[in-house]
């Protein structure tokens, strides 16, 4: 019979119960409901992380600029700039904000990308995973473990506030991609299933109130650079919660605020483009020359 997981609170109780992972509850879960075999899911979750691996390569090699020209050629910048003088924070952080970058460019280009869970905010997790994976020795098993639970880290909070910015603002893309990325860093880590849920709570709730106010309509400002930015927060709540850091607010309750959140927030901060930074006087500007 299926065990019915829908919130974190289930899911704790199923991995404390069977004294099992995350991505081992989730990947039985996903096979049962699919009516296939845990193989099976294993390699559909392995054509995500190649398609991840793939975009990352091509992204990191390209500086064509999308069709509005207003970006494209960050991720070349960045890699030029840490060739010339190496990050503050060394390899493992030049890895992650440069992959960010090649990612969400390759977005931008129409090129071939894992929506994780949102095209908008589809760098965060591969950045993360990938990155610290190459640094750390971490093999492909263990990849597609993590990458397992960041799914279901999505799924759960899906069934409370749809993963979209016009519904709940970028607190619902960006945001809960960063705590996919933290609760997957945290297992790849050797973390526990509480220190998993605690890094996810520590990332989403640290996120609320993200609006989607994008530039022209398009995705890319301020969406290209808040993937790099919101990979280093994902990082910052993983490193918290391997240090038992606890959230003082239980996982679904930050969940529960994050959906009160998204319906509080005003409809012009939604996808809309009707405020915040898509309507600066510059952003106008670039309206106006981009659709003349």
């Known amino acids: 019979m299926m065990i019915n997981i829908n919130t974190f609170e289930e899911l704790q109780n199923a991995c404390n119960a069977s004294g099992k992972k995350i991505y081992e509850i989730t990947q039985e879960y996903e096979a049962e409901l699919a ?6 899911i294993r390699a559909i979750v392995k054509k995500s992380l190649d398609a991840m691996k793939d975009a990352i390569k091509t992204g990191l090699k390209s500086n ?3 069709i509005s020209g207003m970006c494209g050629d960050d991720c070349d910048r960045l890699q030029k700039r840490f060739n010339q003088e190496k ?6 952080f030049e890895k992650i904000t440069t992959y960010a970058l090649a990612t969400i460019e390759e977005n931008l280009r129409m090129g071939k990308i894992a929506a994780c869970p949102t095209a908008g905010s589809c760098a965060i997790v591969p950045s993360v995973l990938v990155g610290v994976s190459e640094d750390l020795g971490i093999c492909e098993e263990e990849q597609i473990n993590a990458l397992i639970t960041a799914g279901a880290i999505g799924r759960i909070i ?3 506030v749809a993963l979209a910015g016009a519904v709940a603002g970028c607190q619902a893309e960006c945001g809960v991609a960063s705590a996919m990325s933290a609760g997957a860093l ?4 050797g973390g526990s299933v509480e220190q998993v849920l605690n890094a996810v709570a520590l990332a989403m709730k640290n996120l609320l109130g993200l609006t989607c106010d994008p530039v022209c309509g398009l995705v ?3 969406c290209v650079k808040r993937n790099p930015f919101l990979a280093i927060h994902a990082v910052t709540a993983s490193e918290l919660a391997l240090a038992d850091i606890k959230t003082k607010i239980p996982f679904d309750e930050v969940i529960d605020a994050l959906e009160q959140t998204g319906k ?3 409809p012009m901060l939604k996808e809309s483009s009707q405020a915040g930074l898509a309507t600066t006087k510059t952003a106008l500007e670039l309206k106006a020359k981009l659709f003349k």
């Open 87 to 92: 990050s503050i924070f060394g390899k493992t």
């Open 186 to 189: 945290t297992q790849m880590r």
């Open 158 to 160: 899906s069934n409370k």
């Open 64 to 66: 064509e600029m999308s």
């Open 220 to 222: 890319e400002i301020p």
């Open 35 to 40: 009516e296939t075999t845990v193989p099976e």
């Open 264 to 266: 509080l927030m005003s």
